[in-house]
T-cell receptor
Framework: QKEVEQNSGPLSVPEGAIASLNCTYSDRVSQSFFWYRQYSGKSPELIMSIYSNGDKEDGRFTAQLNKASQYVSLLIRDSQPSDSATYLCAVIGAGGTSYGKLTFGQGTILTVHP | NAGVTQTPKFQVLKTGQSMTLQCAQDMNHNSMYWYRQDPGMGLRLIYYSASEGTTDKGEVPNGYNVSRLNKREFSLRLESAAPSQTSVYFC?????????????FGSGTRLTVV
């Protein structure tokens, strides 16, 4: 089992819709969770971080974390064509050899069509 | 602008040639990392340096060496390039542990080995 898994894509949504991106992780004691956005040919850019169970909202983005289910998600409301990118879920381990190291999922390609 | 600077941006090597990828950060971060990104596989950690003077292997270290030259600079060396090392390489930096901040990435080096 991969340490971090994202829902397979690509995901295509119409402009104005809600895009839902999902991620599961295997290390039960992971502490911090991040969503990165990566445009084609560019480097990953941090867009959301979450550490506690529940929801965290930032503008059109909402991150949701459920540690009991080892699940983290990203919702993008009112999706825009400019949101079209690859979204990477990343998890930081809590200790041992995983301490401080980001492990990434394989990414989900999102396309928002007009 | 503050950030992580990588050089070169593009490189073509012949099989068996060697080269060094350079990375420098000006955010006074203690930790630095090298990742490679291949289609459908997300980012995979090659080597990291938790602090100046230390380096450790990541998930895919074979065929690479690193040097933490000082707090700012962390280089990645390919001693004898192979076609399997064709990839996009990203350098990143963070505060120790990175639990609250995640990583900041450089713009990447696109390497082709023929």
């Amino acid at each position: 089992q991969k340490e971090v898994e994202q829902n397979s894509g690509p995901l295509s949504v119409p402009e104005g819709a809600i895009a839902s991106l999902n991620c599961t992780y295997s290390d039960r004691v992971s502490q911090s969770f991040f969503w990165y956005r990566q445009y084609s040919g560019k480097s990953p850019e941090l867009i959301m971080s979450i550490y506690s169970n529940g929801d965290k909202e930032d503008g059109r983005f909402t991150a949701q974390l459920n540690k009991a289910s080892q699940y983290v998600s990203l919702l993008i409301r009112d999706s825009q064509p400019s949101d079209s990118a690859t979204y990477l879920c990343a998890v930081i381990g809590a200790g041992g050899t995983s301490y401080g190291k980001l492990t990434f999922g394989q990414g989900t390609i999102l396309t928002v069509h007009p | 602008n503050a950030g992580v600077t990588q050089t070169p941006k593009f490189q073509v090597l012949k099989t068996g040639q060697s080269m060094t990828l350079q990375c420098a950060q000006d955010m006074n971060h203690n930790s630095m990392y090298w990742y490679r990104q291949d289609p459908g596989m997300g980012l995979r950690l090659i080597y990291y340096s938790a602090s100046e003077g230390t380096t450790d292997k990541g998930e895919v270290p074979n065929g690479y060496n690193v040097s933490r030259l000082n707090k700012r600079e962390f280089s990645l060396r390919l001693e004898s390039a192979a076609p399997s090392q064709t990839s996009v390489y990203f350098c990143a930096s963070s505060e120790v542990g990175a639990k609250r901040t995640g990583y900041t990435f450089g713009s990447g080096t696109r390497l082709t080995v023929v």
